[in-house]
Nanobody, 123 residues
Framework: QVQLVESGGGLVQAGGSLRLSCAAS????????MGWFRQAPGKEREFVAT????????YYADSVKGRFTISRDNARNTVWLQMNSLKPEDTAVYYC????????????????WGQGTQVTVSS
């Protein structure tokens, strides 16, 4: 069982930066790939980024590539999403998720979810 708690969301102007954090409970955090998803009002929850548990490889949605960076620290049971050059279209609730699989880009493959944190980017 893994419990996830996100933090770091807020209101930022376009072009600004935010760093989201996701704290995980449990002793097996290092055996889970971690992902970030987001959901804007009236839209489906979409993949943002993921980092594998086994090789540390990272993958990004095209819409955030070059602007967002996912990272993790297994000793601290934490994963981060550094978001730079934010755009109004990045506005959404951001969710942290965990999966025992690797290279997972779809929400159905994730077993555990946080409650989400709101990110609002003003123009």
């Amino acid at each position: 069982q893994v419990q996830l708690v996100e933090s770091g969301g807020g209101l930022v102007q376009a072009g600004g930066s935010l760093r989201l954090s996701c704290a995980a409970s449990g002793r097996t955090f290092s055996r889970y790939s971690m992902g970030w998803f987001r959901q804007a009002p009236g839209k489906e929850r979409e993949f943002v980024a993921t980092i594998n548990w086994n090789d540390g490889n990272t993958y990004y949605a095209d819409s955030v590539k070059g602007r967002f960076t996912i990272s993790r620290d297994n000793a601290r049971n934490t994963v981060w999403l550094q978001m730079n050059s934010l755009k109004p279209e990045d506005t959404a609730v951001y969710y942290c998720a965990a999966t025992s699989r690797t290279s997972s880009f779809t929400k159905i493959t994730y077993d555990y979810w946080g409650q989400g944190t709101q990110v609002t980017v003003s123009s």
